[in-house]
């Protein structure tokens, strides 16, 4: 498998899907913990709007990245298996 591989199963909408579930939450969670007071005061700089999308990117990626290597995991044993 190469890196084609990784790029194919990544965007496949099964593992986007899930990602972007993932990030929803965990990210949402995040941003509550670390950015709740000025979340609700209205109180944002544009500093924190870029860490709050980058506390929704670090889950999604993650996701992505343990979604796709259980995937090739997978495909190896079967084809393990097969020969």
């Given at each position: 498998?190469?890196?084609?591989?990784?790029?194919?199963?990544?965007?496949?909408?099964?593992?986007?899907?899930?990602?972007?579930?993932?990030?929803?939450?965990?990210?949402?969670?995040?941003?509550?913990?670390?950015?709740?007071?000025?979340?609700?005061?209205?109180?944002?700089?544009?500093?924190?709007?870029?860490?709050?999308?980058?506390?929704?990117?670090?889950?999604?990626?993650?996701?992505?990245?343990s979604?796709?290597?259980?995937?090739?995991?997978?495909?190896?044993?079967?084809?393990?298996?097969?020969?």
């Amino acid at each position: 498998m190469n890196q084609n591989s990784f790029i194919l199963f990544a965007f496949s909408r099964k593992v986007m899907s899930r990602a972007f579930n993932v990030a929803l939450l965990v990210g949402t969670i995040l941003a509550l913990i670390n950015h709740g007071e000025k979340i609700l005061s209205l109180t944002l700089s544009n500093e924190d709007f870029v860490k709050i999308v980058l506390t929704y990117l670090v889950p999604y990626g993650v996701s992505t990245w343990s979604a796709v290597q259980a995937i090739r995991s997978t495909v190896v044993q079967k084809t393990n298996q097969e020969n």
